[in-house]
């Protein structure tokens, strides 16, 4: 770990994991064996990054974020070891780009994530799965590309429609409404 990262004193690091100069790793945290956190990535509180997840900078990981193993979240659209002119190409010779994950979602084992994107609060990306657009809050994505086939809720749980535009959670009996733009908990 660099003496230059910023890591709260009740995250649990495991052996072998790496988080760079200038990264911020919040309160309450689990970064698992072999995981790499990337220069000035900044992960929220209660995060959970499990065993060798590679998260590249300039992610933004929200509060409340799972993390499954083996996960990567990339950074160049458009990666190239060198230049058209075949000069090996440096760090300024490209600008990294990045996976913002948002508060609660959750990132199944084997994914990638490929920048720039961002995964909606909630969402649940299904193991072995390869993000290329943005997913919505609450999405449930599945396959290679990822594409939507239902809704979680924040229990992690597969809703279903009870009437029009009203889903509910079998676990919780929570309700949520589907609205232009997607989904949100229903105030009750």
């Known amino acids: 770990m660099s003496q230059n990262a910023s890591v709260a004193p009740s995250v649990q690091v495991w052996e072998n994991a790496q988080i760079r100069e200038a990264a911020i790793v919040g309160e309450n945290c689990v970064i698992g064996r072999s995981a790499y956190i990337g220069t000035g990535v900044i992960i929220g509180n209660n995060c959970k990054i499990q065993n060798h997840s590679l998260i590249y900078e300039p992610a933004h990981i929200a509060d409340g974020v799972f993390i499954g193993p083996n996960v990567t979240l990339t950074n160049d659209r458009n990666p190239r070891a060198i230049n058209p002119d075949r000069t090996l190409k440096a760090a300024s010779d490209w600008v990294p780009v990045g996976v913002t994950v ?87």
């Not at 809703?159 to 733009?181: F, K, V």
């Open 102 to 188: 948002m508060r609660g979602a959750s990132i199944g084992a084997h994914s990638v994530c490929v920048a720039p994107l961002t995964i909606g609060e909630w969402a649940m990306i299904g193991a072995g799965s390869t993000v290329v657009h943005d997913v919505p809050n609450f999405a449930l994505v599945v396959g290679n590309p990822a594409r939507q086939i239902g809704w979680v809720s924040k229990s992690g749980f597969q809703m279903h429609e009870a009437s029009t535009g009203i889903w509910i959670c079998p676990s919780t009996g929570h309700q949520y409404i589907l609205e232009l733009g997607g989904m949100k908990e229903f105030a009750q």
